[in-house]
């Protein structure tokens, strides 16, 4: 329970922030996926100092600031990008298009998860818990920073 209640600002930030997602792109255009990047990074950052300070007293208030934060910058990501991707897929096309897109969305973080699970277990024997969390954490953010340079890339406008 006291795990899930840790996550809870990054779900109700993500929620109510990819609410806005659509007016944000038709007013500012695909830089709010960039801008989601730095934001998140922000939540990331926020979350490895707390750990950082706090441990091994980390606790719910510690990781809220930057919980929610990241849960903001998430929702400025995904579901714009999914949005984003499909707008240029010809409707005849759509099929392939919501397929590839969906099957990228689930392997993705199963891939990212794995991937910094088995860093931080790795970490974890040599350098201690606060440390492997701290490291794990900081390329996680290195992650979002490439997410947010190729998030260049996209089509300015989207049609």
């Known amino acids: 329970?006291?795990?899930?209640?840790?996550?809870?600002?990054?779900?109700?930030?993500?929620l109510v922030v990819s609410l806005a997602g659509p007016r944000l792109i038709g007013r500012h255009g695909t830089r709010v996926v960039t801008?989601?990047?730095?934001?998140?990074?922000?939540?990331v950052l926020l979350i490895a100092l707390a750990a950082w300070r706090d441990w091994p007293h980390l606790g719910f208030g510690s990781l809220l600031p930057g919980a929610a934060v990241a849960g903001?910058?998430?929702a400025l990501q995904l579901p714009n990008v999914m949005r984003i991707v499909l707008s240029e897929v010809?409707?005849?096309?759509?099929g392939i298009g919501s397929g590839a897109m969906v099957t990228a969305q689930q392997s993705a973080p199963a891939l990212g998860v794995?991937?910094?699970?088995?860093l931080f277990l790795t970490l974890l024997p040599?350098?201690?818990?606060?440390?492997?969390?701290?490291?794990?954490l900081l390329v996680q953010l290195a992650?979002?920073?490439?997410?947010?340079?190729?998030?260049l890339?996209?089509?300015r406008d989207i049609g």
């Open 114 to 118: 794995a991937t910094l699970g088995t």
């Open 126 to 136: 040599r350098l201690g818990m606060r440390e492997a969390l701290v490291t794990t």
């Open 35 to 43: 801008a989601g990047s730095v934001v998140q990074a922000l939540g």
């Open 143 to 151: 992650g979002i920073v490439l997410t947010g340079l190729l998030s």
């Open 153 to 155: 890339r996209l089509p």
């Open 1 to 14: 329970m006291p795990a899930g209640l840790a996550l809870a600002p990054m779900a109700v930030a993500y």
């Open 90 to 94: 010809p409707p005849a096309r759509g």
């Open 72 to 74: 903001a910058g998430q």
